[in-house]
Every structure is written in structure tokens, then in C-alpha cells.
């Protein structure tokens, strides 16, 4: 059985940091295309940041500078560093894994960790 479970979640003021972590168990991160997305009540689910199984990353304009994703084949687990915080970076943020074996798409998405940016 997959998943991919979150944690690293919390409170933290402007300014703060945060490192959210994504650890995988029936799957291999490093094959994958993995992602962090957020979503914030009422808004779109956004694309923060992606890493492939090459380890090319992108980020998206909103977080590029602030946030670093990563991956730690050892401990099969992706990261995210948030730096630099500010209340519109309160959301639920999932990790999710993409593969394409073939024509067969493989895509895995974990339940999420609470991110509040708050004084």
C-alpha cells in the first residue's frame, strides 16, 4: 500500500520558518516527479513547488526565493523549507507523487498538513 504522509505542519509567525516533510512508504520518491500544492479555504489549489526524479526543481513565482524543495533518497522523504513567511502562505500543503511507467499513469497524493501564518 502507498502513501505518502506529511508532517512538519504549525503556527508560525511572519517572518518564520517552517520545514515540512513528506516521507514515503511503498513508494520510491526518487522515481517520481514529486510536488507540493496548497490550498487555502476558499482559493484554488496552487503548485508551490515541484522536484523531479532527475532533481531538476521549479517553484513557483509566488514562493521562489523563500521556499527550497528537496530530497533525501535515504530516508526516502522530500522536503520543503519555507522561509520568510507571510499569512498568504497559510494553506493545507499536500505532497504528491507523479510516474509514468509505460502509457500507465502512477499518482499519489498524501492528506495534508496545516500551514498558519499568523501573529
Known amino acids: 500500500q502507498v502513501q505518502l504522509m506529511e508532517s512538519g505542519g504549525g503556527l508560525v509567525q511572519p517572518g518564520g520558518s517552517l520545514r515540512l516533510s513528506c516521507a514515503g512508504s511503498?513508494?520510491?520518491?526518487?522515481?517520481?516527479?514529486m510536488s507540493w500544492y496548497r490550498q487555502a479555504p476558499g482559493k484554488q489549489r496552487e503548485l508551490v513547488a515541484r522536484?523531479?526524479?532527475?532533481?531538476?526543481?521549479d517553484y513557483a513565482n509566488s514562493v521562489r526565493g523563500r521556499f527550497t524543495i528537496s530530497r533525501d533518497s535515504a530516508k526516502n522523504t522530500v522536503y520543503l523549507q519555507m522561509n520568510s513567511l507571510k499569512p498568504e502562505d497559510t494553506a493545507v500543503y499536500h505532497c504528491?507523487?507523479?510516474?509514468?511507467?509505460?502509457?500507465?499513469?502512477?499518482?499519489?497524493r498524501g492528506q495534508g498538513t496545516q500551514v498558519t501564518v499568523s501573529s
Open positions: 504528491n507523487g507523479v510516474r509514468w511507467v509505460g502509457t500507465s499513469l502512477y499518482e499519489y
Open positions: 511503498g513508494i520510491i520518491v526518487s522515481v517520481y516527479a
Open positions: 522536484i523531479t526524479s532527475s532533481g531538476n526543481t
